[in-house]
């Protein structure tokens, strides 16, 4: 059964910072490119960074670029996301997302974890 389970979204102030994880099973994790997508009300969901199966950049919306940063431990089947210096424009459900390359029927998404930034 493919799980993607994503923890550490909550309320947080301006400036704060949060990480989210994404823990992943039932697939290869280590083949598979693994992103953070986000949606907030009334927007459509985006992309906010993505981090590749094995070589390569990893790719930043360009309103997370320099704040956030994305990592993967192979290891331990997950996928983290570091936020900081976060903005209230970031309040958003985000979204684990993992995509075998090239083969958009093997994807699969996690239930979402909200994050909220505000004073």
């Known amino acids: 059964q493919v799980q993607l389970v994503e923890s550490g979204g909550g309320l947080v102030q301006p400036g704060g910072s949060l990480r989210l994880s994404c823990a992943a099973s039932?697939?290869?994790?280590?083949?598979?490119?693994m992103s953070w997508y986000r949606q907030a009300p009334g927007k459509e969901r985006e992309l906010v960074a993505a981090?590749?199966?094995?070589?390569?950049?990893?790719n930043y919306a360009d309103s997370a670029k320099g704040r956030f940063t994305i990592s993967r431990d192979n290891a331990k089947n997950t996928v983290y996301l570091q936020m900081n210096d976060l903005k209230p424009e970031d309040t958003a459900v985000y979204y684990c997302?993992?995509?075998?390359?090239?083969?958009?029927?093997?994807?699969?998404w996690g239930q979402g974890t909200q994050v909220t930034v505000s004073s």
């Open positions: 997302y993992a995509q075998f390359p090239r083969l958009p029927e093997y994807a699969y």
């Open positions: 039932g697939f290869t994790f280590s083949k598979y490119a």
């Open positions: 981090t590749p199966s094995a070589a390569g950049n990893p």
